[in-house]
């Protein structure tokens, strides 16, 4: 079975909707992101990531039911019509093009159809591409790291310091512990149930300086070597509903990069450039 081009319906807001609406229907719903719409039409989009740029910036004292998405959204769309036989293609460059997460697919009156994120091209890469490629040859050899043992509240800011989506944890040895995102943040917000009107919503309520990472990461820890199918790589973020997965050195478990979703974009983005450059190779005289 081929994997769908896109996910349909899309988790919508207007524009007059707040902060807390929409990381409610983040949290609620597992998702990264909502589809600002008017009459049916997309007219932005609001990321968890843009949520949080947007509070280190603002200087106002306003709670986050007080500040609407119209304050956030990213306006400049970046859109693709349905029904396009290179859809992964298209939306496989557009995504590296403009460094972006997700693409908005909308229909011949641009109407809201469906949006096509790194998740589904991960998946079709997944499906279709096996062989092509290695871990090794998109992997990023760079990784921001924690410690195990640092607290909470430095993680997340050496998240947004580095404006990553993503730590690798790992133990003072430098064995890989695990990973810690801002979805683990979210996911484990005390600021829906605590009814606050703190900011600082990312953040447990109390002593946040004094509780480690590791009480937030899985006590299973997936990882990859280098030498690994890509494919599988991305079979496995599917599977496990991850963004990033560690490369390690397996004797050792020792880190030395980290492959994440945005890496296999990439890859799917280089197949058929890659494919007719073999070509042209294989009828060269």
């Not at 207007?14 to 609620?28: G, P």
């Not at 740029?53 to 500040?67: M, Q």
């Not at 998946?123 to 043992?149: H, I, L, N, P």
């Amino acid at each position: 079975m081929d994997p769908k081009p896109f996910s349909s319906p899309v988790f919508t807001l207007s524009m007059h909707n707040t902060v807390h609406d929409a990381l409610n229907t983040m949290k609620t719903n597992f998702i990264k992101r909502v589809a600002i719409v008017k009459d049916t039409k997309p007219i932005g989009i609001v990321t968890e990531r843009d949520i949080s740029r947007f509070l280190e910036k603002d200087t106002t004292k306003r709670a986050l039911d007080e500040i609407t998405l119209k304050e956030i959204m990213k306006k400049n769309l970046i859109t693709i019509q349905a029904n396009q036989t290179d859809h992964f293609e298209q939306c496989a460059t557009r995504m590296i093009t403009f460094k972006v997460g997700s693409i908005i697919v909308v229909d011949d009156e641009g109407r809201l159809a469906g949006i096509t994120t790194q998740t589904d091209i991960t998946a079709a890469f997944a499906s279709t591409y096996s062989g092509k490629y290695k871990v090794k040859d998109y992997m990023t050899d760079k990784v921001v790291t924690c410690r195990e043992t640092d607290s909470l509240q430095y993680a997340l800011e050496l998240i947004n310091k580095n404006d990553v989506s993503r730590l690798v944890v790992t133990d003072n040895k430098g064995i890989v512990k695990g990973v810690i995102t801002t979805n683990t943040f979210l996911r484990h917000s005390e600021y829906f149930k605590e009814n606050t009107k703190s900011r600082r919503y990312l953040l447990p309520a109390e002593r946040a300086d004094a509780r480690t990472v590791s009480e937030w990461i899985e006590s299973e820890i997936l990882t990859v070597e280098q030498d690994e199918d890509l494919a599988n790589a991305a079979a496995l973020m599917i599977k496990n509903k991850v963004s990033g997965i560690p490369v390690v050195v397996m004797k050792d478990s020792k880190l030395t990069g980290v492959v994440s979703k945005f890496d296999v974009v990439r890859a799917y983005s280089n197949v058929i450039p890659h494919g007719k450059v073999l070509e042209i190779y294989r009828t060269y005289p």
